[in-house]
């Protein structure tokens, strides 16, 4: 095939072929560091709000972060011949199914391995027929569980929703595409733009992105949103609103509106479909039918009807139809409708109002960044106290901090805060741990170790497909550990890739209520874990919360909004939240009293 007849690829399918590089590299036992350079190429491309191939056009393709130069001259290969020998190479060696295997939850790289060369399984429905059959069991370290385990991963793995792309990987995308608009355009063409749909709600997963624009030149506007780099198709060419693929294959539409109808516009294309039903409903008892340009008398007592009524803010619409203003994170049908009525709503949870982290991790485990230099970021994003908490030993599959790590630790943070009161800085760090809970619900650290840090989180990182019982169990012993402050990320989900364990949560938060464990809302924007709902429910059931961004890098301190929109969607105030309050107050929140 000469190279002007090669199909164009988008960054998604570029990204498929690196990540699938680094899943054969796994199999076939390969260098861990040449690895996770591929996954880490994987999800750069993934992630990336250019074209690749416009990237590679413009030789700029080591620019992009996580691509050196081997990796460049195969994505060169991709581009300009179709074919990556290298990949054939490794793809000649190990059967296509044999990766999609890995997909299944708990069938990682070695067990795929075994399953291929033992058992001669070399797809998904072969495994899934020998679990039935009862023939995995006959595994050296397999049985009849492990085949339970097997199949219900095969079910999860089917009902994943692969159209919908995580907000973390959706978001930023987005907010790059406004930015390239804006700068396309000459100043004052856009009056105001904002995001809507479910960007705008801060749903988990996207399908579709919305975009509202208010501008006097829509041509204008259209012609320099279709003319975007990143619009790889063009799937709808109108006046007032378009439609663009990017090269993730994401869909985005931009409308124009005029300025009256920017309030009635941003609400309908915000709202849940059954939060704009409720409004609708509401409306039409009053005499109004509205759609996404105003309000329209029809039956109203005193108006004939066709008589319009149109509002430049949403506050205006949902005032004139006697409700409060609902933050776009609530607009589910939840309950909102109703306590806008009653000017029952909460005053949500704010960015500004977290002053401290209390999970993160350093070089001393597996993060990027030294004790210092993570200090140093916290200090400049505002924060008052900052908690290392890197993974304890047990965790396995990532190094991890024993008591003579921790004393080490502990030697480094007193020199700091020795140095920061000298100065007269207000910033303390904390010593704690992510403290592995192990598979019979023990810890990874003893008691006595625990007992001398200053705030402990309790994570489970490892045998998330145990049936339920056990991992509830196994959980719950953890959390009515005294020296347990906080129960870390609980459902162990990662969006998109691993789906939650089957944990009973409810009694989990039950239990967390009543032994005053504290409990995450994990902020990376893969895990978001409590949701929304669920956060609301151990509020509810008298949890207190924390949100924290698990940050492994200096970077990861910028992933804080995705907490607190996420704490947001679930009604939390800031008084729900222990990181919100200072240092003192904080540290008597949490459960064990010894500091």
């Given at each position: 095939m000469s190279a002007p007849d090669l199909p164009r690829l988008n960054n998604r399918q570029v990204a498929e072929i690196f990540a699938a590089i680094g899943d054969l590299l796994q199999i076939l036992g390969d260098n861990r560091f040449k690895i996770i350079a591929y996954q880490n190429a994987a999800r750069s491309i993934e992630e990336l709000n250019r074209d690749i191939n416009a990237v590679h056009a413009a030789g700029e393709l080591r620019t992009v972060p996580g691509i050196g130069q081997a990796i460049a001259e195969k994505i060169d290969e991709l581009l300009t011949t179709g074919s990556i020998p290298y990949y054939e190479k490794l793809t000649a060696q190990v059967p296509a199914g044999v990766v999609e295997m890995m997909r299944v939850p708990d069938v990682g790289p070695k067990t795929a391995k075994r399953l291929w060369e033992e058992l001669e399984i070399t797809n998904v429905d072969e495994l899934k027929a020998a679990a039935e059959a009862g023939r995995i069991r006959v595994l050296k370290g397999f049985g009849a569980k492990s085949e339970e385990k097997i199949l219900k991963g095969i079910e999860l793995l089917a009902r994943r929703q692969d159209s919908r792309t995580p907000i973390g990987a959706a978001r930023p995308l987005a907010e790059g595409l406004i930015a390239d608009l804006l700068a396309a355009l000459a100043p004052q063409t856009i009056q105001k733009i904002e995001l809507a749909g479910s960007l705008r709600r801060w749903r988990e997963t996207i399908?579709?992105?919305?975009?509202?624009?208010?501008?006097?030149?829509?041509?204008?506007?259209?012609?320099?949103f279709r003319g975007l780099p990143q619009a790889v198709d063009i799937l709808g060419a109108g006046e007032r609103k378009s439609s663009i693929a990017l090269p993730s294959g994401m869909q985005v539409d931009l409308r124009v509106v005029e300025a009256p109808h920017w309030g009635a516009a941003l609400a309908y294309f915000t709202g849940s479909q059954a939060h704009n039903v409720a409004v609708r409903e509401l409306a039409q008892k009053q005499g109004w039918s509205l759609n996404e340009y105003s309000l329209t008398s029809d039956a109203h007592p005193d108006l004939p009807d066709g008589t319009e009524r149109f509002f430049e803010t949403e506050e205006e619409l949902y005032a004139f139809l006697g409700l409060d203003w609902v933050a776009p994170?609530?607009?589910?049908?939840?309950?909102?409708?109703?306590?806008a009525r009653q000017h029952a709503l909460p005053r949500l949870i704010e960015l500004a109002d977290i002053v401290g982290e209390l999970h993160s991790h350093t070089t001393f485990s597996d993060g990027k960044g030294t004790i210092a230099e993570m200090a140093e970021a916290a200090r400049s994003a505002g924060y008052r106290y900052w908690n290392v908490s890197d993974h304890s030993i047990g965790l396995g599959v990532?190094?991890?901090?024993?008591?003579?790590?921790?004393?080490?630790?502990?030697?480094?943070?007193?020199?700091l805060n020795t140095g920061y009161a000298a100065a007269g800085v207000d910033f303390r760090l904390l010593l704690g741990t992510e403290v592995e809970v192990l598979a019979d619900g023990t810890l990874g650290l003893p008691d006595g170790v625990l007992a001398t840090l200053d705030v402990v989180v309790a994570?489970?990182?490892?045998?998330?497909?145990?049936?339920?019982?056990?991992?509830?169990?196994?959980?719950?012993?953890?959390?009515?550990?005294?020296?347990?402050?906080?129960?870390g990320h609980p459902t162990g989900r990662l969006i998109g890739r691993r789906e939650p364990s089957e944990i009973d949560l409810e009694r989990v938060l039950q239990a967390c209520a009543e032994t005053?464990?504290?409990?995450?809302?994990?902020?990376?924007?893969?895990?978001?874990?409590?949701?929304g709902p669920y956060a609301r429910r151990a509020v509810e059931l008298g949890c207190k919360l924390v949100i924290n961004c698990d940050a492994h890098s200096r970077e990861d301190i910028d992933l804080l909004p995705y907490g607190i929109h996420t704490a947001r969607r679930g009604w939390i105030t800031a008084a729900d939240v222990i990181n919100t309050r200072p240092l003192g107050e904080m540290l008597g929140m949490l459960k064990d009293q010894r500091r």
């Amino acid at each position: 095939m000469s190279a002007p007849d090669l199909p164009r690829l988008n960054n998604r399918q570029v990204a498929e072929i690196f990540a699938a590089i680094g899943d054969l590299l796994q199999i076939l036992g390969d260098n861990r560091f040449k690895i996770i350079a591929y996954q880490n190429a994987a999800r750069s491309i993934e992630e990336l709000n250019r074209d690749i191939n416009a990237v590679h056009a413009a030789g700029e393709l080591r620019t992009v972060p996580g691509i050196g130069q081997a990796i460049a001259e195969k994505i060169d290969e991709l581009l300009t011949t179709g074919s990556i020998p290298y990949y054939e190479k490794l793809t000649a060696q190990v059967p296509a199914g044999v990766v999609e295997m890995m997909r299944v939850p708990d069938v990682g790289p070695k067990t795929a391995k075994r399953l291929w060369e033992e058992l001669e399984i070399t797809n998904v429905d072969e495994l899934k027929a020998a679990a039935e059959a009862g023939r995995i069991r006959v595994l050296k370290g397999f049985g009849a569980k492990s085949e339970e385990k097997i199949l219900k991963g095969i079910e999860l793995l089917a009902r994943r929703q692969d159209s919908r792309t995580p907000i973390g990987a959706a978001r930023p995308l987005a907010e790059g595409l406004i930015a390239d608009l804006l700068a396309a355009l000459a100043p004052q063409t856009i009056q105001k733009i904002e995001l809507a749909g479910s960007l705008r709600r801060w749903r988990e997963t996207i399908g579709d992105v919305d975009i509202l624009v208010v501008s006097a030149q829509p041509v204008a506007v259209m012609e320099a949103f279709r003319g975007l780099p990143q619009a790889v198709d063009i799937l709808g060419a109108g006046e007032r609103k378009s439609s663009i693929a990017l090269p993730s294959g994401m869909q985005v539409d931009l409308r124009v509106v005029e300025a009256p109808h920017w309030g009635a516009a941003l609400a309908y294309f915000t709202g849940s479909q059954a939060h704009n039903v409720a409004v609708r409903e509401l409306a039409q008892k009053q005499g109004w039918s509205l759609n996404e340009y105003s309000l329209t008398s029809d039956a109203h007592p005193d108006l004939p009807d066709g008589t319009e009524r149109f509002f430049e803010t949403e506050e205006e619409l949902y005032a004139f139809l006697g409700l409060d203003w609902v933050a776009p994170e609530l607009r589910e049908n939840s309950g909102e409708i109703q306590a806008a009525r009653q000017h029952a709503l909460p005053r949500l949870i704010e960015l500004a109002d977290i002053v401290g982290e209390l999970h993160s991790h350093t070089t001393f485990s597996d993060g990027k960044g030294t004790i210092a230099e993570m200090a140093e970021a916290a200090r400049s994003a505002g924060y008052r106290y900052w908690n290392v908490s890197d993974h304890s030993i047990g965790l396995g599959v990532t190094q991890g901090v024993d008591a003579a790590g921790l004393a080490e630790q502990r030697a480094e943070i007193d020199r700091l805060n020795t140095g920061y009161a000298a100065a007269g800085v207000d910033f303390r760090l904390l010593l704690g741990t992510e403290v592995e809970v192990l598979a019979d619900g023990t810890l990874g650290l003893p008691d006595g170790v625990l007992a001398t840090l200053d705030v402990v989180v309790a994570s489970i990182h490892t045998g998330l497909r145990q049936e339920r019982e056990s991992i509830t169990e196994r959980c719950l012993k953890a959390v009515r550990n005294p020296h347990v402050d906080i129960l870390g990320h609980p459902t162990g989900r990662l969006i998109g890739r691993r789906e939650p364990s089957e944990i009973d949560l409810e009694r989990v938060l039950q239990a967390c209520a009543e032994t005053g464990t504290i409990v995450e809302i994990n902020a990376h924007p893969s895990r978001l874990d409590l949701s929304g709902p669920y956060a609301r429910r151990a509020v509810e059931l008298g949890c207190k919360l924390v949100i924290n961004c698990d940050a492994h890098s200096r970077e990861d301190i910028d992933l804080l909004p995705y907490g607190i929109h996420t704490a947001r969607r679930g009604w939390i105030t800031a008084a729900d939240v222990i990181n919100t309050r200072p240092l003192g107050e904080m540290l008597g929140m949490l459960k064990d009293q010894r500091r």
